[in-house]
T-cell receptor, first 111, second 113 residues
């Protein structure tokens, strides 16, 4: 079992729809969770982080964390073609000073 | 604030050579992490430094090494390059004010021929 798993996609959604991206992790000691967006040929860009169970909203983005089920998700409302990118989930187990990344989900927003 | 900077941005080396990559973190950030990104393996953790000390290391051979200087700038070195070392090498810095989100630099694209 991979430490952080994501569906590679592509996930295709029409413009204006909600895109839902999911990530599961194996280390129950993980305390910090991050979502990055990576455009082709560019470096990852931090878009959300969450530390506590529940939802965290920032503009069109909502991160959801469920530690009991060991999953974290990212919702993108009113998806735009410019949101088309690969979304990376990252997890940091407590005290390791290490970040483990999933292989990413490719999102395509269709105009 | 200026972001994370990495030099050089592109590098072409021959098998057997060695290479040194440099990273300057965001001002005030004291933790620096390095990653290797390849299409097949995704982002793989190499090592993390804080106050000139390596606190964690990923599963890479000893040919990969790094260090951090007193001004938090970091370098990584790869000796005896192999074709499989061709990758995007990313550096990320982290503030140490109680939050631990990472911010990435633009990366160094290394091609080994």
């Amino acid at each position: 079992q991979k430490e952080v798993e994501q569906n590679s996609g592509p996930l295709s959604v029409p413009e204006g729809a909600i895109a839902s991206l999911n990530c599961t992790y194996s280390d129950r000691g993980s305390q910090s969770f991050f979502w990055y967006r990576q455009y082709s040929g560019k470096s990852p860009e931090l878009i959300m982080f969450i530390y506590s169970n529940g939802d965290k909203e920032d503009g069109r983005f909502t991160a959801q964390l469920n530690k009991a089920s060991q999953y974290v998700s990212l919702l993108i409302r009113d998806s735009q073609p410019s949101d088309s990118a690969t979304y990376l989930c990252a997890v940091s187990p407590s005290g390791t000073y290490k970040y483990i990344f999933g292989t990413g989900t490719r999102l395509k927003v269709l105009a | 604030k200026a972001g994370v900077t990495q030099t050089p941005r592109y590098l072409i080396k021959t098998r057997g050579q060695q290479v040194t990559l440099s990273c300057s973190p965001i001002s005030g950030h004291r933790s620096v992490s390095w990653y290797q990104q390849t299409p097949g393996q995704g982002l793989q953790f190499l090592f993390e430094y804080f106050s000139e000390t390596q606190r964690n290391k990923g599963n890479f051979p000893g040919r990969f090494s790094g260090r951090q200087f007193s001004n938090s700038r970091s370098e990584m070195n790869v000796s005896t390059l192999e074709l499989g070392d061709s990758a995007l090498y990313l550096c990320a810095s982290t503030p140490t004010s109680g939050s631990d989100e990472q911010y990435f630099g633009p990366g160094t694209r290394l091609t080994v021929t």
